[in-house]
């Protein structure tokens, strides 16, 4: 069973072929001013890596990819395609859009498994940088400022490197092993990442200040938020983020097998949690939205994706209480029916509850999906201004309320806007990193 | 239903698709296989004394993923005895009386040699002849082939040799490694030729290895240059197959040769001038049974366009053909684009920016990107037209002159006739 289970969560998606990619390799138009780099939040040069591949350039096509984004091979995985890249393909208009997340994945599965270097560190410039979060943002924003030349540390409450890539986004879309080698080739750059230590608890925010020259604070975020409703306590009852967490560590139990699963909340998170108990032997998993499909946050694809996976969506329904047993066991839902009302603040119909439609179902484990909370007290530890634990920050400099502190990533992200894709992170990382880079330039310059 | 039926210099076959002398001609067994294709003639792999062949022997040229788009051979002609070659050309023969048989030939440039293989194939019963002065590699080092082919003197004495013999039509094979070919066609011509046929293969090297460094194709580490044929040649050849067909010292049928991948091809051919078409490259990538294509799409294409024998194509676009000096100047075409199918990959926009004229501009009308040509700076040159990946998107529009039609020649006399 446990072997099975573990087949459960290999990655889905195969990797082209050298025939399949040179093909469509040759069926890139290498478009001028080409609509896909412009959609790409990182602007990779998308015609270059894909003619490469085509000329047999493979060490040329993944340093292409790899230069615009630190996280390119992750990316070829994550990213939304059809909504970036192959989305803004003009190929849309006559044919069918060129493959480009399978081409960059087959591009850098080449780099992984050659083992060639594509950076080097740059010259020495004297200059300390922390970043706090070794995440999408914080490792794009090291590898960067590594280049530069600057002395990176980066500071990251988990035992791994990675963030969303190693703890968050299902093994099935992205294998560990992907993410373990664009830590590593951060790591190789001289990129000293201290895992296991939270600032706050192990080193505080004053130190980090007192002893670097610039700070990145791109911790992203933290656990799902309490349904505020009684049986939140009982065994069987999951955080969507620990849940998916767990699958990537390796550990997958047998708990579920055969279990009734509600999934509360209908974003991307949602669904990751779903597919997860599907994969973990749930016999029957549903999404609770209190909205509609039409509010509902997850990407098309990725519901397309939990309905082929057999998940049922209830929607217009909310959690009322959970039940448990004498054991403290989960063995009901009780939900109430909602209707859409007026628009809120945010411009969507809220949703009201329908007296007296109370209703039970029967389930074995609830997994909690409706958003994040935020690390408000690490980001006050900064004394940065922020809005609801969003830190404020000027978006074309990436800088706080703190002239010397940057912060990129799902911690500036957000209030309404659900959350950053994995890709902006990246970019977000990168900004921050040349506009420190700028800071440093611009006196000597003018000097 | 057109007729397909050709008559090329007296040789009859039920359509103009022919097998040209090549490794799909090598036995019996292939060339029955084909007629039972649908291939409506042969020309049977040179014959002469027999040769030895090396290995490897073929490479080709892949273009953006496109197999054989050229295809390069060092092949020599037939290495089988010539007399089991004659045996399997009266079985087949007997098996496929209406369907054209051609020995292609080719041996030392001695009177007495030349009488003796000819005298022999014709007892077989063959319907023409073709005299390979074409081959480029192996058999040149030894005075045969394109060595021959090269020299329109040793073209016209050769083929009045064969022609003292010879009681079927015979066919010349022009090599195209020369540099104009109509000096060898017409000495083919003075010589008795009864038909040319062209083009044979181009010197070539396919390529080189690049972790080896060695050539492809290469035999044992060592190589040597090739006959290049396949897609690739076609424009090569139908040019040959042109200036032939408007010299009028070469009076005499055309068999085509050279890419002929497909009907439309053939047509082509045969509207500059040729009387039908031998192919090679398609039949080696594909298989005997493209043929099938290649009849059904002629004889839709003549239907279609009332024409009812494939022979009322032959020549039709030769007069269209002529110098450079003899085009109108004042003559004016100009691209235009329409955004409605234009998908704005921009590749028009490039290409006229770094590498003609600089007159399509690019610019957004109410957040959509569109593009559009300055037709005050566009020469005509259809390089956009050429690039574009969308059919309808770019057009090549004509303008009319407000001149009266001049051609340099003409310009030239004019401005002659003032300085008198």
């Known amino acids: ?447 | 239903m057109a007729d397909l039926r050709i008559d090329l210099a007296g040789i009859k076959s039920p359509n103009p698709f022919w097998l040209a002398s090549a490794p799909p001609t090598n036995s019996g067994y292939q060339v029955q296989r084909a007629f039972e294709a649908g291939w409506g003639g042969a020309v049977w792999k040179t014959l002469g004394e027999p040769i030895l062949n090396v290995s490897s022997r073929f490479a080709a040229v892949s273009f953006n993923g496109q197999r054989v788009a050229g295809f390069n051979n060092i092949e020599l002609i037939t290495d089988r005895p010539l007399e089991v070659n004659l045996q399997e050309i009266i079985e087949t023969k007997k098996k496929f009386p209406n369907h054209a048989i051609i020995a292609s030939l080719m041996v030392e440039p001695q009177q007495e040699k030349w009488h003796e293989i000819v005298k022999k194939v014709e007892a077989v019963g063959v319907d023409g002849l073709e005299l390979n002065f074409g081959c480029p590699h192996g058999m040149a080092e030894r005075g045969m082939g394109a060595a021959s082919g090269q020299v329109p003197e040793l073209v016209e004495k050769q083929t009045h040799w064969v022609k003292e013999v010879a009681r079927t039509p015979v066919i010349v094979k022009l090599t195209p490694n020369i540099t104009d070919i109509t000096m060898t066609a017409e000495a083919a011509v003075r010589g008795g030729a009864d038909a040319v046929s062209m083009i044979n293969t181009i010197n070539s090297l396919a390529g080189v290895d690049l972790d080896s460094w060695n050539t492809v194709p290469h035999v044992g580490g060592k190589g040597s240059h090739g006959g290049y044929c396949g897609p690739a040649v076609k424009p090569i050849a139908l040019n040959m197959v042109a200036e032939c067909a408007r010299n009028t010292f070469v009076n005499v049928p055309i068999s085509g040769i050279g890419g002929i991948s497909n009907w439309q091809d053939a047509a082509e051919f045969m509207l500059m001038g040729a009387t039908g078409v031998q192919v090679c490259t398609a039949a080696m990538h594909h298989g005997f049974s493209i043929v099938e294509d290649m009849i059904d799409g002629l004889n839709n294409y003549l239907d279609e366009k009332g024409i009812a024998s494939v022979m009322d194509l032959v020549g039709q676009s030769v007069q269209r053909y002529s110098n450079w000096g003899d085009l109108d100047l004042n003559y004016k075409v100009v691209a235009e684009i329409n955004n409605d199918v234009c998908i704005n990959c921009n590749k028009c926009h490039i290409a006229c920016e770094d590498t003609s004229h600089q007159c399509i501009d690019l610019y957004t009308e109410s957040g959509r990107p569109m593009l559009k040509v300055r037709e005050q700076d566009c020469v005509g040159c259809n390089l956009c037209s050429i690039v574009c990946p969308v059919d309808g998107a770019i057009s090549m529009v004509e303008r009319k002159s407000t001149i009266a039609p001049m051609t340099w020649n003409e310009r030239q006399s004019l401005i002659s006739s003032f300085a008198r």
């Open chain 1, 1 to 447: 069973m446990t072997s099975q289970l573990q087949r459960n969560f290999v990655e889905m998606t195969s990797r082209m072929t050298k025939n399949e990619a040179l093909e469509e390799a040759n069926r890139c138009l290498y478009c001028y001013d080409a609509p896909c780099i412009t959609a790409c939040p990182t602007s990779i040069p998308i015609p270059n890596f894909i003619k490469k591949i085509a000329s047999g350039n493979m060490k040329g096509s993944a340093m292409t990819i790899m230069e615009a984004n630190p996280i390119g091979a992750s990316c070829a995985r994550v990213c939304p395609t059809e909504e970036l890249c192959e989305g803004a393909c003009v190929l849309n208009s006559s044919t069918k859009p060129i493959k480009i997340g399978h081409l960059q994945r087959y591009a850098t599965d080449w780099a992984m498994e050659s083992d060639v270097e594509l950076f080097k560190k740059g010259q020495t410039n004297g200059q300390k940088v922390a970043i706090i979060g070794a995440g999408p943002a914080g490792l794009s924003a090291a590898r960067e400022l590594s280049r530069f030349g600057y002395s990176v540390t980066i500071f990251e409450a988990e035992a791994k490197a990675g963030g969303l890539g190693s703890y968050g986004i299902v093994s099935f879309r992205l294998p560990n092993d992907v993410v373990d080698w664009e830590v590593a080739q951060v790591v190789k750059l001289g990129v000293d990442i201290k895992t296991n230590t939270t600032v706050g608890v192990d080193i505080s925010a004053e130190e980090i200040l007192a002893q670097y020259d610039s700070v990145i604070l791109a911790v992203g975020m933290g656990a799902v938020p309490n349904l505020g409703i009684n049986g939140e306590e009982l065994a069987g009852v999951h955080d969507a983020i620990e849940f998916v967490k767990h699958t990537k560590m390796g550990a997958l139990t047998e708990d579920l097998v055969g279990k009734r699963v509600a999934v509360i909340g209908a974003g991307n998170t949602a669904i990751d949690g779903a597919t997860c108990a599907v994969r973990l032997g749930a016999e029957q998993v549903d999404i609770l939205y209190r909205r509609t499909e039409k509010e509902m946050t997850a990407y098309q694809f990725e519901y397309e994706f939990a309905k082929q996976d057999g998940i049922g969506f209830k929607w217009l329904t909310a959690p009322k209480q959970i039940i448990g047993d004498e054991a403290g066991k989960v063995v009901g839902l009780e939900c109430v029916k909602m209707q859409l009302g007026k628009a809120g603040a945010d411009g969507r119909q809220r949703p009201e509850v329908i007296k007296g439609s109370e209703f039970v179902i029967e389930v074995d484990a609830v997994i909690k999906a409706i958003g994040q909370t935020r690390f408000v007290s690490l980001i006050e530890g900064f004394g940065l201004q922020h809005t609801n634990g969003v830190v404020d920050i000027d978006e074309t400099t990436m800088q706080t309320s703190n002239d010397k502190v940057f912060a990129c990533g799902d911690v500036v992200f957000g209030n309404g806007q659900g959350e950053a894709m994995v890709v902006t992170a990246a970019q977000q990382g990168k900004d921050a990193a040349y506009v420190i880079h700028e800071r440093l330039r611009k006196p000597s310059e003018i000097a």
